[in-house]
C-alpha cells in the first residue's frame, strides 16, 4: 500500500484545464442569439476572428475536434470513397469509427515515423478508383499526437498537398494542436494552415477553453460543414456563452504555448535515464512526453499512487502532456514523482 501523495499533477492531457476567472465572466456577460440561424454575434466573432488567423474565408465553431474533423470529412466527400491519414491519426484511432458510421468512408493508413508521412507513400496511396474504391481525401495531423506531439515540416505538409491536388481531391488539417506546431515552427498560423482546403482547430486543448474547435476553409466548404454540423447534432443555439471564452483563449492563448514546450522538455530531460523508461527525446518537439515502458496501464496506475495522472497511449506508450494549469513548481513535482514510480515499478 502506498501512502497518498502528498499532491497530485495532472498531465492525462492539455484538455483537462479549467476555465480562468476573465472566460468565466465573458461566458457570463457574453451577447448572444440563435446560432443555428447564424445569429449569435459572438460566436460569429470568433469564427470571423479565427477563420483571418488561419488565413482561411470562414470558420464554422463546432462543439469538439472529433465534430471538427467529422463534418470536414462529410463535406468534402461521398460515400465509399477513401480517405489517405497518416498511421497514428487521430481520426482513425481516436473518433470511434466515426467516418466509417457517419459519411461512409474508408481510411487508408500510410506509414508516418515521427507522425510525418512521405509524400511518396501519399502518393502510392492515391487509388484511381475502377476496381477500387477511389481516393477522396487526404489528411494530415499537425502536431501529431500519437507520435508524440511532433511537428511536420512545412515543406512536406505542402509536398502531401501537392499529391492530393494533382490526385484531385481536397486535403484537411486535423490541426488540434495546429497553434503548438505554429509556435515550435516560429510562423504564424495561417502559415501551417495554408497548404490546407480545411483545418479544425480546437480551442480546449493548449489554448484552455472549456469546449469548442472552429473549422476553417472557403466559404462553400464551411456551408456544407454548417449542414453536416446540424445533422451531426452540433447546433448549439445560444453558444455564444461557450464562443465568449474561446474568443479570450484564440486571442490570450497562442502567446503562452512556448511556456507548455519548454516544461514537456524540462520534465523529458528530467527523466533521461529512469529505470526502465525510454524516451525519444527528439520526440520532445511541443508539450507532450511520451514514456516508453513495459505495460503502460500498469504504470500509469503506479503513476497515480505517486501524484501524477497520466493515459496510457498503446500497450508500452504512457503520455505526459503540459498545459496551462501547471507551473514549473507542478513539473518539477511530476518529474521527481515520475522517477520514484519508475523506481518502485523497477524494484
Ligand atoms: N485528443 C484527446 C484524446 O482523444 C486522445 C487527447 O487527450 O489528446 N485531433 C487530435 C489530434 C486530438 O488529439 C484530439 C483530442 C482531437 C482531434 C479531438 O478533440 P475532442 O476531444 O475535442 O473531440
Redesign the pocket.
Known amino acids: 500500500m502506498h501512502p497518498a501523495p502528498p499532491r497530485t499533477v495532472d498531465l492525462?492531457?492539455?484538455?483537462v484545464t479549467k476555465p480562468s476567472p476573465a472566460m468565466r465572466r465573458a461566458m457570463a456577460e457574453a451577447e448572444v442569439g440563435d446560432d443555428v440561424y447564424g445569429e449569435d454575434p459572438t460566436v460569429l466573432r470568433l469564427e470571423a476572428l479565427t477563420a483571418e488567423l488561419a488565413g482561411k474565408e470562414a470558420g464554422l465553431f463546432v462543439?469538439?475536434?472529433?465534430?471538427?474533423?467529422q463534418v470536414a470529412l462529410a463535406a468534402h466527400t461521398t460515400r465509399g470513397v477513401e480517405v489517405i491519414a497518416p498511421e497514428g491519426a487521430?481520426?482513425y484511432e481516436?473518433?470511434l469509427g466515426s467516418m466509417a458510421v457517419l459519411a461512409g468512408l474508408m481510411p487508408r493508413l500510410v506509414p508516418a515515423p515521427g507522425g510525418v508521412p512521405d509524400p511518396e507513400a501519399v502518393r502510392g496511396a492515391v487509388s484511381p478508383g475502377r476496381h477500387q474504391a477511389p481516393t477522396g481525401l487526404v489528411v494530415l495531423?499537425n502536431?501529431?499526437?500519437k507520435a508524440g506531439g511532433t511537428v511536420v515540416p512545412l515543406a512536406v505538409a505542402t509536398a502531401i498537398g501537392d499529391v492530393a491536388r494533382a490526385a484531385g481531391v481536397p486535403y484537411h488539417l486535423?490541426g488540434?494542436?495546429a497553434w503548438n506546431a505554429a509556435e515550435a515552427l516560429g510562423v504564424p498560423l495561417a502559415i501551417v494552415c495554408a497548404p490546407f482546403d480545411s483545418v479544425?482547430l480546437?480551442l480546449?486543448?493548449g489554448l484552455g477553453a472549456p469546449v469548442g474547435?472552429v473549422l476553417v476553409g472557403a466559404r462553400a466548404l464551411i456551408d456544407e460543414a454548417h449542414r453536416y454540423r446540424k445533422m451531426y447534432g452540433g447546433g448549439m443555439r445560444q453558444a455564444g456563452v461557450l464562443a465568449a471564452a474561446g474568443l479570450i483563449a484564440v486571442r490570450e492563448g497562442p502567446a503562452r504555448l512556448g511556456d507548455d514546450h519548454r516544461r514537456a522538455r524540462a520534465l523529458a530531460q528530467a527523466l533521461d535515464g529512469a529505470p526502465g523508461v525510454a524516451i525519444d527525446q527528439g520526440r520532445v518537439q511541443t508539450n507532450m512526453v511520451y514514456l516508453e515502458i513495459a505495460d503502460a496501464r500498469g504504470f500509469v496506475v503506479e503513476l497515480e499512487a505517486h501524484g501524477v495522472k497520466a493515459?496510457a497511449?498503446g500497450a508500452r506508450a504512457v503520455r505526459l502532456?503540459t498545459h496551462l494549469d501547471l507551473d514549473d513548481d507542478d513539473v518539477a513535482f511530476a518529474a521527481q514523482a515520475v522517477r520514484a514510480a519508475a523506481e518502485a515499478w523497477a524494484a
Not at 12 to 15: H, I, W
Not at 63 to 69: K, L, Q, R, V
Request: glycine share 6%; with cysteine; net charge negative.
Open positions: 492525462r492531457s492539455d484538455t462543439p469538439s475536434g472529433t465534430m471538427g474533423n487521430h481520426v481516436y473518433e495531423e502536431t501529431h499526437n486535423d488540434a494542436r479544425s480546437c480546449s486543448k474547435s493515459n497511449m502532456v
